[in-house]
């Protein structure tokens, strides 16, 4: 009754009509209120390639004191979490998993990341497709699918860049932002 969870489907190259469509997980959050504001906070997380979906008990609570007047939206943004299965290097990590856990990497070596990009590009993925201005036009797709017209957004790190990308390049029904933990630049 209060937490709703689905996917909303976008077009994971925009200018290829009828092209493949990403699923992009989400839950709201509903509101508490019975009559709530019409904006939803919607919230993007860090990373890049963090998941939002899977800290979904945390965020509930960190968001708890403002579901009184809106819902919340979370989304795993395209190629990270649960929306994430277009672009994962099976054979790569299958090939280096001893090594990947005896080093406790989180960040993949330069030679994992070729053998991960080799088999990406090999099985056809537009890697270009997958960037930071891509996410950013997603996030007024998802909003208006869930039927939703002005929103409110919500940032931590990558997601504070994320935000600022938004702003550029889909401001439109942007009513606020508020960015947290600013992830530099580069």
């Given at each position: 009754?209060?937490?709703?969870c689905?996917?909303?489907?976008?077009?994971?190259?925009?200018?290829?009509?009828?092209?493949k469509?990403?699923?992009?997980?989400?839950?709201?959050?509903?509101?508490?209120?019975?009559?709530?504001?019409?904006?939803?906070v919607v919230y993007?997380?860090?990373g890049?390639?963090?998941?939002?979906?899977?800290?979904?008990s945390l965020l509930?609570?960190?968001?708890?004191p403002?579901?009184?007047?809106r819902?919340?939206?979370?989304?795993?943004?395209?190629?990270?979490?649960?929306s994430g299965?277009?672009?994962t290097?099976?054979?790569?990590?299958?090939?280096?998993?001893?090594?990947?856990i005896?080093?406790?990497?989180?960040?993949?070596s330069?030679e994992?990341?070729?053998?991960?990009?080799?088999?990406l590009?090999?099985q056809g993925?537009?890697?270009?497709?997958?960037d930071?201005?891509?996410?950013a036009?997603?996030?007024?797709l998802?909003?208006?699918?869930?039927?939703?017209?002005a929103?409110?957004?919500?940032?931590i790190s990558?997601?504070t860049?994320?935000?600022?990308?938004?702003?550029?390049?889909a401001p439109?029904?942007?009513r606020?932002?508020?960015?947290?933990?600013?992830?530099?630049?580069?």
């Amino acid at each position: 009754v209060t937490i709703l969870c689905g996917t909303v489907k976008v077009p994971e190259e925009r200018n290829k009509v009828g092209g493949k469509q990403l699923p992009l997980s989400f839950a709201i959050l509903r509101a508490t209120s019975r009559y709530p504001e019409p904006d939803p906070v919607v919230y993007l997380e860090g990373g890049p390639g963090g998941s939002a979906m899977t800290m979904l008990s945390l965020l509930d609570r960190l968001f708890k004191p403002w579901r009184d007047r809106r819902d919340i939206l979370i989304y795993d943004q395209r190629s990270a979490g649960i929306s994430g299965a277009s672009v994962t290097c099976d054979q790569a990590l299958s090939a280096n998993i001893v090594d990947i856990i005896k080093a406790g990497q989180a960040i993949p070596s330069a030679e994992r990341m070729k053998a991960c990009i080799g088999e990406l590009e090999k099985q056809g993925v537009p890697l270009a497709a997958y960037d930071t201005t891509q996410n950013a036009l997603d996030l007024p797709l998802v909003t208006t699918a869930l039927g939703y017209g002005a929103y409110n957004i919500y940032g931590i790190s990558y997601g504070t860049k994320l935000a600022l990308e938004v702003m550029r390049v889909a401001p439109q029904n942007v009513r606020s932002v508020i960015i947290d933990g600013v992830a530099p630049s580069w």
